[in-house]
């Protein structure tokens, strides 16, 4: 599953699901871009990692959910290193509430970052994948984007729009050598759950037939693996990493 001489961006890969695709690709030998747009520190850090793994990895801030931002951005990475392989649509928010007390901000805030950030992203960067005749783009969706949640609205249907994203520019890029699939994390063990309070924890997990959460490590080898050359005839597919919590 070798990825050296390819470059790597993930978005959000400071933290989470992100830190351990980016510790993934890199140890296969891709040079990793590690995305952030608050924690600079943490990207540090995970650079660090990267490269006391022994692998490549520099840090680069900007919010996905910012048309110019991300042009600008991709367009200086594919200056600095003459291509672009490997995208993964990782970065996520929840402002979850009830649908009833749902103001516009937390919608527009969980739909610009969670749908159109992978939107703004892949139109980016499938100019350098098309340019290569290679690439490998992998969307982290979620199991609420199959189940749908009471309080996530605005996230179940940000996840939602990604399958139907991921399907379609897959079948727009299916001849160029570039795949487009996705990976559906169930509930996993990172900041992004770890303020839920004791009842809705044990709730969730007594909904997940293996009765655990998973780890960032396990949705980052199926979203690794979906990057790699061994992948090549899968596109358009979600691979869903949940324990069981939902058999799509
Ligand atoms: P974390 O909250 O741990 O990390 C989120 C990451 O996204 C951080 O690196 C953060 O950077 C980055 N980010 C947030 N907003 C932006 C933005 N506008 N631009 C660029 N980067 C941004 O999340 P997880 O690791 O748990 O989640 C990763 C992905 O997996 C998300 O898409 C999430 O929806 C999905 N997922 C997670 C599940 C879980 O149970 N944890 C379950 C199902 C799906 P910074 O620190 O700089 O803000």
Redesign the pocket.
């Known amino acids: 599953m070798s990825l050296s001489e390819r470059v790597a961006l993930v978005?959000?890969?400071?933290?989470?699901?992100?830190?351990a695709i980016c510790l993934r690709l890199a140890a296969m030998g891709a040079k990793v871009y590690v995305?952030?747009?608050?924690?600079?520190g943490?990207?540090d850090e995970t650079v660090a990692m990267v490269n006391r793994a022994g692998g490549a990895a520099e840090s680069i801030?900007?919010?996905?959910?910012?048309s110019a931002a991300v042009k600008a951005a991709i367009s200086t990475l594919v200056k600095d290193t003459g291509r672009l392989d490997i995208l993964v649509?990782?970065?996520?928010?929840?402002r979850d509430i009830l649908m009833m007390k749902m103001k516009d901000e937390a919608w527009d805030a969980v739909i610009?970052?969670?749908l159109k950030?992978a939107f703004v992203c892949i139109r980016e960067a499938m100019r350098p994948m098309m340019k290569g005749r290679w690439g490998r783009i992998v969307n982290?969706?979620?199991?609420?984007g199959f189940s749908g949640n009471a309080g996530q609205v605005n996230?179940a249907a940000a996840?939602a729009g990604l399958v139907g994203l991921t399907r379609s520019v897959a079948r727009e890029l299916a001849g160029r050598g570039i795949t487009v699939n996705g990976v559906?994390?169930?509930?996993?063990?990172?900041?992004?759950?770890s303020g839920l309070n004791d009842e809705i924890k044990t709730a969730i997990i007594a909904r997940v037939p293996m009765a655990r959460?998973?780890s960032?490590e396990d949705?980052a080898a199926a979203a690794a693996w979906l990057a790699s050359p061994e992948a090549a005839y899968v596109t358009g597919q979600f691979i869903h990493v949940n324990g069981g919590m939902f058999m799509g």
């Open positions: 978005t959000g890969g400071s933290r989470g699901i992100g830190r995305n952030y747009v608050a924690g600079a943490a990207a801030g900007f919010d996905v959910a910012d649509n990782n970065a996520g928010i929840t610009d970052t969670n950030g982290i969706g979620s199991v609420i996230y996840k559906a994390p169930g509930y996993i063990d990172t900041d992004m759950t959460m998973g960032a949705v």
